[in-house]
């Protein structure tokens, strides 16, 4: 039974260039969500998605930022004209959709913009 | 104030010692609490679970204290391997999951 699966798990991208992040969650978890860590940082909640629905987006960026959760494939966190801001540790968890149920992490993208 | 607040530590312990992280949450309607351990560049993992009636398992106790709002977890016989960063999740019935910063853990050989 396969976790949480991220990739890429290293990104480097070019400042202006996009960055997407991929998320496939655990089998039988219909609910994603991404947070960001920058280093010595906690974890800061960006998006909580269920399948082609966005439901609390509260933590995202006004601009540059979007993130999905198709009916078919993984969840996409996707970051356009990147600065180096962005470069962070992106992590994604799901979870089976029960209210206040735990959360399983994938291994995390880190996004280095240069 | 911060719906989760942790002590960032850190806390710089000897083996075999015992030691003890709170956490205290803001929403009294919270009904779920877990204790994740992150170790460093790694994803967070889940610890154990936090009940009412506390949880324990091998040489962790978690605990719940309603009335002050905060939950526990208590190490005994620390190891090494216990070193890491340890984040505390308080679910108040909204979908947000929302997490401590995190106390580090330092067990000194």
């Known amino acids: 039974n396969a976790g949480v699966m991220q990739n890429p798990r290293h990104l480097v991208r070019r400042r202006g260039q996009e960055a997407r992040l991929r998320c496939s969650p655990m089998k039988g978890h219909s609910h994603v969500y991404w947070y960001r860590q920058l280093p010595e940082e906690g974890l800061k909640f960006m998006v909580y998605l269920q399948k082609e629905n966005i439901i609390d987006e509260s933590g995202m960026p006004k601009e540059r930022f979007s993130a999905e959760f198709p009916k078919e494939g993984p969840s996409i966190l996707r970051i356009q004209q990147v600065v180096r801001g962005d470069s962070a540790a992106y992590f994604c968890?799901?979870?089976?959709?029960?209210?206040?149920?735990?959360?399983?992490f994938g291994q995390g993208t880190r996004l280095t913009v240069v | 104030r911060k719906e989760v607040e942790q002590d960032p530590g850190p806390f710089n312990v000897p083996e075999g010692a015992t030691v003890a992280f709170n956490c205290t949450y803001s929403?009294?309607?919270?009904?779920?609490f877990f204790w994740y351990r992150q170790d460093c560049r790694k994803e967070p993992k889940l610890l154990m679970s936090v009940y009412s009636s506390g949880n324990e398992d091998g040489r962790f106790t978690a605990q719940l204290n309603r009335a002050s709002q905060y939950i526990s977890l208590l190490i005994r016989d620390s190891k090494l391997s216990d070193s890491a960063t340890y984040l505390c999740y308080s679910g108040a019935g909204s979908y947000q999951l929302t997490f401590g910063k995190g106390t580090k853990l330092s067990v000194i050989p």
């Open positions: 968890a799901s979870s089976p959709g029960q209210l206040n149920t735990e959360a399983f």
């Open positions: 929403n009294s309607a919270s009904q779920s």
